[in-house]
C-alpha cells in the first residue's frame, strides 16, 4: 500500500522506517486548523513546529517562537516568552498578580528594549542615530520613554563643545530655532558651579556640555566625557508633542565637567500617520571634530526604549494605530 486516506489513526504507538513523518504545514497562525490539545503541526511563517497545549499554540521546543503582533499567543501566560518581529525585540507577558493595577501587556524581557547603538573611531562631527518611524519603518520601534547613555574620548583641539538635535517621526533633524528649552549646571573641583541655559525663547539645540569660558572641552586627555539623557512623553490627541529630558554627565578632570546636570523640553515633534508624535532617533556634534583613534573607539552610545511599545497599553494602544 502507497498511501492511506483517513480521517484519524488511532494507535498505541507508530513506527517508521524510514522516510520520517510529515506534518501538515500553516502559514502564520491566522491558518492555524482548530486547537486540540497534544496537536502538532509546522508553522512556515516562524519555520517552526507548534503544539497546542490546550490554551493556544507553543513552540515545544529547540527554537523560540517568533512572529508579528498578529502572531501573539490568543491566551497567553506570564510563562510565553517570543521574539518580535514587528518590534525587534524579545517579549514576554506580563501580568503582575502582587501589583493592584490589573492591566496586562506585552513587555521587553528585562522591561527595556536595546533599539539603537553606535561606535566611532574617526574626526567625526556629527552622527545620525535614527531607529523606528525616524528610520521609515511604521511597523515598529514606537516608545514613549527613552534612556541614551554616551561616552566621549575628546574632541581634537580646545573649545569642544556636545549638542543634540533631535529627529522626529519623518527622519528630519529638528534644526529650527526656538524649540529646545534647557537649564544645565556644573559643579567643578577648581572655581565654582557655571551654568547654561537656553532662554526664554528656546535655542536650536541643546547643549550636553557647559558653555562657560574655561568648561569648554579640551583635548590631549582633559576631556572624556559621559552623558545620560532619559526622555519621555505622553502620547494622546491633544497636541501633545512635547518630550522632555533629564541629563547629567561628568568629565575626566574638573575642567571638563565634574559633575553636570539639568533638563528641559523638546517642542518639534512631529506626527506620524496622522497619531502619536513619536521620536526617531537624534543627532549628535561635536564643534570642534573629534579626535580620532587608530584602536578601540572614541565615542560609543546605546539607546534604549524604556518602556514596553506603546501600541501595548491598554489605554494608548488603540491611539497609536499605524
Known amino acids: 500500500m502507497s498511501q492511506l486516506n483517513v480521517g484519524d489513526i488511532a ?24 486547537g486540540e490539545e497534544g496537536l502538532l503541526i509546522y508553522d512556515t511563517q516562524s519555520d517552526d513546529l507548534k503544539v497546542y497545549n490546550g490554551a493556544g499554540w507553543q513552540s515545544p521546543g529547540g527554537t523560540l517562537e517568533q512572529g508579528d503582533r498578529g502572531a501573539r499567543p490568543s491566551g497567553p501566560s506570564e510563562n510565553n516568552i517570543r521574539y518580535n518581529t514587528q518590534d525587534g525585540q524579545l517579549e514576554y507577558y506580563f501580568q503582575n498578580a502582587h501589583s493592584n493595577q490589573s492591566h496586562e501587556l506585552w513587555a521587553p524581557i528585562g522591561g527595556r528594549n536595546l533599539v ?25 520601534g514606537y516608545y514613549n520613554s527613552y534612556e541614551i547613555i554616551m561616552n566621549f574620548y575628546e574632541p581634537g583641539g580646545g573649545n569642544g563643545e556636545y549638542y543634540v538635535r533631535f529627529i522626529d517621526a519623518n527622519g528630519n533633524v529638528d534644526s529650527s530655532g526656538g524649540r529646545y528649552f534647557y537649564m544645565v549646571s556644573g559643579w567643578h573641583a577648581n572655581d565654582g558651579r ?11 539645540y541643546f547643549a550636553i556640555t557647559s558653555q562657560n569660558g574655561s568648561y569648554q572641552l579640551q583635548s590631549n586627555g582633559e576631556s572624556s566625557y ?10 494622546n490627541s491633544s497636541t501633545a508633542n512635547y518630550w522632555s529630558y533629564y541629563m547629567f554627565g561628568a568629565g575626566g578632570t574638573e575642567q571638563a565637567g ?40 572614541n565615542f560609543a552610545c546605546a539607546v534604549y526604549g524604556t518602556m514596553p511599545s506603546i501600541r501595548d497599553y491598554p489605554e494608548a494602544g488603540s491611539y497609536i494605530n499605524y
Do not use: Q
Request: charged share 15%; proline share 5%.
Open 116 to 140: 539603537c547603538w553606535t561606535e566611532r573611531k574617526n574626526n567625526w562631527g556629527s552622527i545620525d542615530m535614527k531607529w523606528g518611524p525616524g528610520n521609515g519603518n511604521a511597523s515598529g
Open 11 to 34: 494507535a498505541s504507538k507508530v513506527s517508521v522506517s524510514s522516510g520520517g513523518v510529515k506534518l501538515s504545514t500553516h502559514n502564520g497562525s491566522g491558518n492555524f486548523p482548530a
Open 258 to 297: 565634574g559633575e553636570y546636570h539639568g533638563g528641559g523640553v523638546w517642542r518639534g515633534a512631529a506626527r506620524k500617520g496622522n497619531t502619536g508624535y513619536p521620536l526617531g532617533g537624534f543627532r549628535i556634534y561635536s564643534n570642534v571634530a573629534a579626535r580620532s583613534v587608530t584602536n578601540g573607539c
Open 194 to 204: 557655571p551654568r547654561a541655559a537656553s532662554g526664554t525663547g528656546g535655542r536650536s
Open 226 to 235: 559621559t552623558a545620560h539623557i532619559y526622555m519621555s512623553n505622553t502620547p
